[in-house]
């Protein structure tokens, strides 16, 4: 079937003449989009033509206006000067390879957002995978294992969920004018692939439906069934909508004949549980999955308009106008639910039909709507009998009717313009429906009510409810949303991308302020951060939101929303254990280190430097517990993999040169408070006026509960390994482990004396100050937040100067801790630490220094790193993989994969395997970039 011309015809241009010959073109087509015909083409012909995607783990994946390639590119921090950009595009030329000059029609990605699903005009189908960094993907299937078949095209894809439960958030509430958030966990639909593994489910245009699945080999498999076995008897399928359902998978599919029809397909695997022991079978038994229909079909004839359009007069007729529309969109809608048990309403059919804007109107024809949204309820009930029935004798008893599934068709919605897409974002809890003029209208999925403004400043469901909107932007006509759903990337026709970012006036309309609105913007943008932060989602579009509109003040309202929403307590100056396993302690501390970061070259803020300081502490103390679980039983040559050894150096050295750090500081502080010693209101005075990072890490239960959770590390590895087998570099690296901690100016059991002293100096200070344990949130949260020192902690602070202080100066070396060089930890903001951030780098995760040029002095603890340091990322067995982190710009070098599965173990138990210790993400750095 040729495709519609991109292009109208101009006919003034053909004759030279001025006016128009007005030859019954609908008004408009010369202006139309550019690209606008052959798109809607393309969603007319086949429902699997997608061709840009946001991943959740924050890739962007799209397709080339040749449609022989996909690149990939992704939100970044720019290290020069901290704004927030698209990333250059990376081609993934593996892709390329592997559909052999097939076009390239059609892109998704799975549930998390690290398998990426692409598929050709001939229906074959290759995935990739994310396995270390956003623009290095790896191929897992290849396009080669399909049959190259016109009938296989795919018209429906879906991924299956994977089996985990999550946190999510309905909606805040504002009650005596605070923000209340309604948390609860939600349960994943199924079916799910028993292994955990990735699964695909595919409709073909011949009505085939295949599953790909992946077995625990990581090998490809595949299983097929005809929708005909179900009475199917139309030819030929050109859309299709997949959904998971608590009954089930919900098929909606449509055909040439123009009818929509609905299944429900379930999938079973044998056996549904799966040992990892059998593994040792020969040949090993995977599970396999099997197709049963459960047979609740639906056919729906149509015509479009309906005569009830709802922008239109309920009695106007739309003669003869059906054949005029073809179906561009099918979906299956599924309001999100505000209970743990998934969603329990029923499900919307919404197809889009939409006319060719070049189309040729008769004369006698009303103007009539350029696209038609139009919606099925669907239902499912008793079918009711006549009361007569009931008069009829019948020998069995008990006779159950079955349920029977209708769709009612609801009010139709209408638009001058063109549809383009139909997205359900914000986690279920908004439809966006894109048009070609670039605009973009939000809806309620579960009312279809649309959301203009603050309707309800009190109740936030969505940013779109909140007030937030996209500006009208260059036209494209394909276009992906970020995963919450606050930024959105186009492609035009040319193939380029554009970037566009959602806007709120904050309160500030019309020369008036409303605080309400602006309270409102701020506890939405909190709402979406949260529902990242509990399905583990890519928050980097909230964040370049923050950066761009958000003034230092608003930005420290939001955090602290952050904190109360998440139920962050800040207190933990007894529960000390709560600490190390909470989920969203990283996530808030992450957002709030990055909302003041300026530059890679420049100091940060002090406000964006304590959680920064707090980030890199809680590193440091879960290395230690992680390095001796993993290690225990093991045996091997070498039992201890010396990456890993030279992971837990570089980290002691950090900690504690760290350590040395905030000593000088506090001695320094001492000296200089002693002239107001005797006189408290000159000492409170002079402490408002004093920024001093180590002062707060000490106050701070927090920061002083990683520190000693350190110090506690430090004394098991001196002690726990002095005998332990090892060799070779491992014995090495031990060897600087124990002798960076034999030469220390402080002696660890000393230091955790200080953390004593300052933890009863907290204590006493909130005693006398009255407060209790429900007080104490509160002045930590302004340590943390505000960076402040709080009224409260004014008297542990003179006890550290007037008395901690001097106890110590006995029991240590105050002259080396003076002399020492801390400017490759970065956190001061003298020369000497600009120019070291200037000339060399430190891997995050390994703490080694990294020469970019030149020599200089790697700090105290660090003067034997340089030699040990692979400073080109080049190892015997793994690649050159240098990364960089998109949020916070620090680098880290690794080898991939790993040299031993217990340096595998070590780095995926860490969370570093794709993300930094900030939690953001990796960007590949030089060769290999793209994957291979």
């Known amino acids: 079937m040729p495709l519609i011309m991109e292009d109208g015809i101009n006919v003034d241009d053909l004759f030279g003449e001025s006016t128009s010959l007005e030859l019954g073109l609908p008004p408009g087509t010369t202006t139309s989009t550019k690209g606008l015909a052959q798109r809607l083409d393309e969603m007319r012909l086949v429902g699997c033509c997608q061709k840009i995607a946001w991943s959740r783990l924050g890739c962007i994946a799209y397709i080339s206006q040749d449609s022989s390639r996909v690149n990939v590119r992704h939100l970044q921090c720019q290290q020069s000067d901290g704004k927030w950009v698209l990333s250059d595009e990376t081609p993934l030329n593996q892709i390329t390879e592997a559909h052999d000059g097939h076009a390239l029609v059609h892109l998704c990605w799975n549930e998390t957002g690290s398998e990426l699903a692409v598929a050709d005009s001939s229906g074959r189908v290759s995935i990739c995978s994310i396995p270390v960094a956003l623009n290095s993907i790896n191929g897992s299937r290849q396009a080669a294992f399909d049959v190259d078949d016109d009938g296989a095209q795919i018209v429906g894809m879906m991924w299956l969920n994977q089996q985990r439960s999550v946190h999510s958030f309905y909606q805040a509430t504002k009650g005596q004018g605070r923000w209340a958030y309604s948390p609860f966990r939600r349960r994943p639909i199924g079916p799910f692939h028993p292994v955990s593994k990735a699964a695909l489910l595919c409709i073909t245009r011949s009505g085939v439906m295949k599953l790909l699945y992946q077995n625990p080999d990581n090998r490809w498999a595949e299983i ?57 079978q020969t040949p090993p038994q995977y599970p396999v999955p099997t197709f049963r229909f459960i047979h609740s079909k639906v056919e729906v004839p149509y015509n479009i308009p309906s005569n009830r359009g709802s922008t239109e007069n309920p009695n106007e007729q739309y003669p003869l106008t059906s054949s005029l529309y073809c179906l561009t969109s099918l979906q299956i809608i599924l309001p999100a639910s505000d209970n743990s048990a998934g969603s329990t309403l029923n499900p919307w059919i919404v197809a889009v039909f939409s006319i060719p804007p070049h189309a040729i109107l008769p004369h006698q024809q009303p103007q009539v709507p350029a696209s038609a949204i139009v919606r099925w309820q669907l239902e499912t009930g008793v079918p009711s009998l006549h009361p007569k029935f009931d008069e009829v004798a019948s020998k069995k008893t008990n006779i159950q009717v079955k349920p029977k599934s209708s769709l009612r068709r609801l009010e139709d919605i209408t638009s001058d313009r063109h549809v383009i897409s139909v997205d359900q974002t914000e986690y279920g809890n908004v439809l966006a429906i894109s048009y070609d003029d670039s605009s973009i209208s939000f809806y309620d999925p579960k009312t279809m009510s649309g959301f203009d403004g603050v309707d309800d400043a009190n109740n936030v469901t969505s940013l779109a409810q909140a007030g937030f909107q996209y500006p009208l932007d260059a036209s494209g006509i394909h276009i992906s949303f970020s995963p919450n759903a606050c930024v959105a990337v186009g492609l035009d026709s040319d193939g380029k991308t554009h970037l ?88 808030a501390l992450s957002i709030q280190a990055a909302l003041g970061f300026k530059s890679k070259y420049k100091a940060r803020s002090l406000s964006s430097n304590v959680p920064w300081a707090i980030l890199q502490l809680r590193q440091a103390a879960i290395i230690y517990p992680f390095f001796f679980q993993y290690n225990k039983g093991v045996q091997a040559p070498e039992p201890h993999d010396p990456d890993v050894v030279r992971m837990v150096l570089g980290n002691t050295k950090w900690a504690l040169d760290f350590s040395l750090y905030i000593l000088n500081e506090l001695f320094d502080l001492a000296d200089e408070f002693e002239s107001v010693a005797t006189d408290q209101e000159s000492f409170n005075q002079k402490l408002k006026t004093t920024s001093s990072l180590p002062l707060i890490i000490l106050l701070s239960s927090m920061s002083r509960c990683f520190l000693r959770f350190i110090c506690r590390g430090l004394r098991g590895i001196h002690a726990g390994y002095a005998n332990a ?54 002045p930590e949260k302004e340590l943390l937040v505000h960076s402040r020192i709080p009224p409260v902690l004014v008297p542990a602070v003179s ?134």
């Open 799 to 932: 006890t550290i100067l007037r008395q901690t202080v001097p106890t110590l100066k006995a029991e240590v070396d105050r002259m080396s801790i003076y002399l020492g060089d801390y400017s490759w930890l970065g956190f001061g903001a003298d020369a000497r630490t600009e120019a070291y951030r200037r000339s060399r780098d430190v891997d995050i995760i390994k703490k080694a220094p990294i020469a970019r040029g030149g020599s200089l002095s790697l700090g105290t603890q660090g003067s034997n790193l340089a030699a040990n340091a692979n400073t080109n990322g080049r190892t015997p067995q793994g690649g050159n993989l240098t990364r960089r982190c998109v949020r916070c710009c620090e680098i880290s070098e690794a080898m991939y994969p790993p040299r031993s599965v217990l340096a595998f173990r070590m780095i995926y138990k860490l969370g570093h395997l794709r993300s930094c210790i900030c939690g953001g993400m990796w960007n590949l750095e030089g060769a290999g970039a793209g994957g291979g």
């Open 725 to 778: 087998p090892l060799t070779g570099d491992s014995r090495v690296y031990y060897t600087e482990i124990c002798a960076a901690l034999d030469s220390s100016p402080i002696r660890t059991d000393v230091y955790e004396k200080l953390l004593t002293y300052v933890d009863s100096a907290v204590k006493h200070a909130y005693t006398g100050a009255g407060f209790g344990d429900t007080e104490r949130p509160g």
């Open 500 to 587: 566009r970012i959602m806007q709120h006036s904050y309160g500030a309309e019309s020369g008036h302020y409303d605080e309400n609105k602006f309270s409102a913007a701020i506890a939405a943008l909190t709402l979406a951060f949260c529902r990242g932060c509990g399905g583990e989602v890519n928050t980097d579009d909230i964040l370049l939101l923050l950066i761009r509109q958000l003034s230092s003040d608003s930005q420290t309202v939001f955090l602290n929303e952050v904190y109360r929403a998440l139920s962050i307590n800040c207190n933990f100056t007894t529960e000390h254990d709560k600490l190390m396993n909470h989920p969203y302690i990283p996530r």
């Open 224 to 280: 097929t069934a005809e929708l005909k076995n179900t009475s199917y008897s139309d030819r030929f399928l050109t859309h299709a909508a997949l959904v998971a359902t608590q009954a089930g998978i919900l098929i909606a599919t449509h055909s040439t004949c123009q009818k929509i029809s609905l299944y429900r397909v379930s999938i079973s695997w044998n056996p549904a549980q799966w040992d990892p022991t059998q593994q040792k």
